[in-house]
Each structure stands twice: as structure tokens, then as C-alpha cells.
């Protein structure tokens, strides 16, 4: 999910699940590295014959490999990860943190795309009361928190979030805001609080510790849009961003945890994946750079192939700027491509799938039908290519998953 400052073009008829590991070091100022190769190849790490890793299998192959980076760090602070990238079924992933003094259990979805957490509170107006996603849904009352506390327009923090647009103030009330608008037309807006969240973090030999932080996070007094559904339905949003308001870069300032997260989705069978503030180290992974001096995780995407044939796309449509590029965001369900980038990936996709399934066009999206002993089609190929690295993210596997349109 993405503020509506960042634009997106035309929808693609297709998602991209299976395995999909990002590690994202969020640094102050990117460092340019020259010699990155002229064209990078997307690899599998899970064979495709297996094409299952069971999430405790991943975990303690993680924790084993990673002894020495976890002593140097103090460890890696763990969150559950569920949800799954069906639309039809969850089509988002989130997790569950422990806020306040006696802690409460808030879901809150995973969003790479924006910087702040903010939670549904008591007394809000289209905050969702029950949710599809067969979890109890918690509202934050900071009355019942021994450790809460309001954030005034005076605390250093309320006026770093002005700078980045994620806090205002007003003056009659002497207390820090919010007001966010993402691009799908929901919105919400509210107030900050401060309280304790409460921390699992893994050492070396897989020992686990409890601990609590102070952190800053929205209180949410107005829902709109899509926000309001009970469908899937949570408590609220956990942002990932790069700004000072991000629960990453508080943090980081506090010396709790190293300014990096490690993120894997699973998109197979239940989903769910891994979450940890630390850095997940894979020798095995492929790794692809973000562009620097960015407000959000931008990837430097320079053509596309598919079957092994570069798509015929001006260079120009995957430019970077204040209003274009592309983003990893883990808070959207489907993947989007400008017009004449979507136009000639779906006219390679249907070329290379026609002797198999039959293409349909439904209420102007590009469907494909399918028998009922095939649910899935999958195709590989070469995305992203790059001459420069700053910060990293991680890229093991891709798979294109075609639905019947509904």
C-alpha cells in the first residue's frame, strides 16, 4: 500500500507469490558501488520439482547459517507472519504485535509501502468490528496502558515527521496528527501515541528473549474506503518505509535493533513467511540493488523478457522520478505496469500460453480459461538489470499464477 503521492498505471491479470525473500538495509545515505552487472538473471532456489520449504525448516536453516551475524547484533527480533497473496483467499499478509502495559494483541498488515503503524482506537469512526480473516480485532484504548502517553507538537519526533509529511499539527490542540490517503482511495487520520511494543527477539542458538520499546505510532480515529471492510479486515497498518517515523527507524535510534529487516513471502499452499528486524543472510540468494535517494524501496527495472525473449519497451517507461518508477510494495495484493509496458507483457504472455489455455477478455482485464485439472501456469524470466548498487534486495523466486476471472 502506497501514499497517493506515488501513482500507479494499469492493473495487471496476474500475481507474482511462491517464495519472495527482501532484506532491506535502510540507510541515511546510499552508498554507490560501480560494476554491477549489465544484466541480472532471476535463479530458483527451491527446485521446482519440490517447490515447498516448510517455514520451520527456512527458520532453523536461517538461525543455524547466521550464528556469528546474531552474536555480533544482539540477535534479530522476530514477528509471526500470515496471510497469503490469493486475492480471492486473503490477498495481503500481516502480523501480530503486543502494544501497552498489560499488552494487547493488534494484527496489523505488512506495507513496505508506507512509514508509519498506526492501530484502529477506541471511539473511531469506520473502524471495522469483526474481520474475515477469522481474527479478534482489538481496539487501542491508551486509558487502559499504564506506559501510554500522547505525543505533543513540541516532541522532536512529531516535528521529524512533519518534514517527511507523516505528522502535522494543530496549534489548538498541541497535538501531533496524522491524515493518510493511499492510492486506492482509502484513507485514515488520528492522532499519535506512545507505548510500549513488545519485542521476541532469537540469539545464537535459537534462545529467545522478551524485551520492550517506547515507540511512536498512530492512533486511528477515522477510517474511509476500503479500510472500513470486514472482509480482511485488520487492526491496522505496520509501515516499513525508510522515514524517521518508521517503527525500523525508531528502532534503530534507540540502538534496539540494526536500521535492516529481512522479509520472505510464501506463496504456496497457507503462505504466511518470515519477518525479523535483522538481516537474513542467504549465500545462495540473487540479489538485485534499490536506487538510492528514494522515498520508497525503488528497484531499477530495465526491461522484461519472457521465455527468454526481451519485450520490445522504450527503456524511458521504467525511469525513475518523483512520480514513476517501480517499488517493492508488500502491502499490495497485484502487480502494475504502466500502459505499454502491461500492453506487451500480456501480448507475450497470451502468445506463449495460447496452445494451453484460452484467452477471455472480462470487464476489460486479460483473463485466461482454464481447465478444472490446471490451476496454474508458471513461466520464468530475466527482470531486473543494473549499473549501480546502493541497498540490496533479495529475489529467489518468481512464479505467474493465472485465476479464472470471477
Keep these: 500500500m502506497v501514499l497517493q503521492s506515488f501513482v500507479r498505471e494499469r492493473e495487471m491479470a496476474a500475481v507474482f507469490p511462491a517464495l519472495f525473500m527482501i532484506t532491506v538495509l535502510v540507510l541515511e545515505a546510499a552508498v554507490v558501488v560501480g560494476g554491477f552487472p549489465a544484466a541480472l538473471q532471476l535463479e530458483r532456489r527451491v527446485p521446482l520439482a519440490t517447490h515447498e520449504l516448510e517455514l520451520s525448516r527456512l527458520r532453523e536453516r536461517d538461525r543455524v547459517r547466521h550464528g556469528r551475524l546474531l552474536q555480533s547484533s544482539g540477535g534479530v527480533v522476530d514477528f509471526p507472519v500470515q496471510g497469503t497473496y490469493d486475492p480471492f483467499l486473503v490477498g495481503l499478509y500481516y502480523t501480530k504485535i503486543q502494544l501497552g502495559s498489560p499488552p494487547r494483541d493488534f494484527y496489523v498488515q505488512i506495507d513496505t509501502g508506507s512509514d508509519v503503524l498506526w492501530i484502529g482506537c477506541n471511539s473511531c469512526n469506520g473502524c471495522p468490528q469483526s474481520s474475515g480473516?477469522?481474527?479478534?480485532?482489538?481496539?487501542?484504548?491508551?486509558?487502559?496502558?499504564?506506559?501510554?502517553?500522547?505525543?505533543?507538537?513540541?516532541?522532536?519526533?512529531?516535528?521529524?515527521?512533519?518534514?517527511?509529511?507523516?505528522?502535522?499539527?494543530?496549534?489548538?490542540?498541541?497535538?501531533?496528527?496524522?491524515?493518510?490517503?493511499?492510492?486506492?482511495?482509502?484513507?485514515?487520520?488520528?492522532?499519535?501515541?506512545?507505548?510500549?511494543?513488545?519485542?521476541?527477539?532469537?540469539?545464537?542458538?535459537?534462545?529467545?528473549?522478551?524485551?520492550t520499546a517506547p515507540i511512536m505510532f498512530g492512533c486511528s480515529m477515522l477510517q474511509t474506503g476500503d479500510l472500513t471492510k470486514s472482509d480482511r479486515a485488520v487492526d491496522g497498518i505496520f509501515g516499513f518505509g525508510q522515514q524517521s517515523l518508521s517503527v525500523i527507524s525508531q528502532l534503530s535510534s534507540q540502538g534496539i535493533t540494526p536500521r535492516v529487516f529481512s522479509h520472505c513471502l510464501i506463496g504456496n499452499n497457507g503462505g504466511g513467511g518470515i519477518l525479523v528486524l535483522g538481516e537474513i543472510l542467504e549465500p545462495n540468494m540473487v540479489y538485485t540493488p534499490l536506487v538510492p535517494s528514494q522515498p520508497h524501496y525503488n528497484l531499477?527495472?530495465?526491461?522484461?523478457?519472457?521465455?527468454?525473449?526481451?519485450?520490445?519497451?522504450?527503456?524511458?517507461?521504467?525511469?525513475?522520478?518523483?512520480?514513476?518508477?517501480?517499488?517493492?510494495?508488500?502491502?499490495t495484493t497485484l502487480a502494475y505496469l504502466a500502459d505499454q509496458a502491461y500492453d506487451a507483457f500480456v501480448s507475450a504472455i497470451t502468445n506463449t500460453v495460447s496452445q494451453t489455455v484460452r484467452p477471455v477478455l472480462s470487464k476489460g482485464n486479460q483473463c485466461y480459461l482454464i481447465s478444472s485439472k490446471l490451476t496454474s501456469l508458471r513461466y520464468y524470466f530475466i527482470l531486473f538489470s543494473s549499473s549501480v548498487l546502493s541497498s540490496k534486495m533479495i529475489v529467489t523466486d518468481f512464479m505467474l499464477t493465472f485465476f479464472q476471472c470471477h
Design 300 to 331: 531499477d527495472l530495465r526491461s522484461i523478457s519472457v521465455g527468454g525473449q526481451v519485450l520490445s519497451i522504450d527503456p524511458s517507461v521504467f525511469s525513475t522520478s518523483s512520480n514513476q518508477g517501480t517499488i517493492v510494495d508488500s502491502g
Design 133 to 211: 480473516l477469522q481474527i479478534q480485532l482489538n481496539l487501542y484504548d491508551p486509558g487502559s496502558s499504564s506506559t501510554a502517553s500522547l505525543v505533543s507538537c513540541s516532541d522532536q519526533r512529531c516535528s521529524a515527521g512533519v518534514q517527511s509529511s507523516d505528522s502535522g499539527c494543530s496549534g489548538q490542540s498541541n497535538q501531533c496528527s496524522y491524515t493518510f490517503q493511499y492510492g486506492d482511495g482509502s484513507g485514515t487520520s488520528g492522532y499519535y501515541a506512545s507505548d510500549l511494543l513488545h519485542l521476541d527477539t532469537i540469539l545464537e542458538g535459537s534462545m529467545t528473549t522478551k524485551s
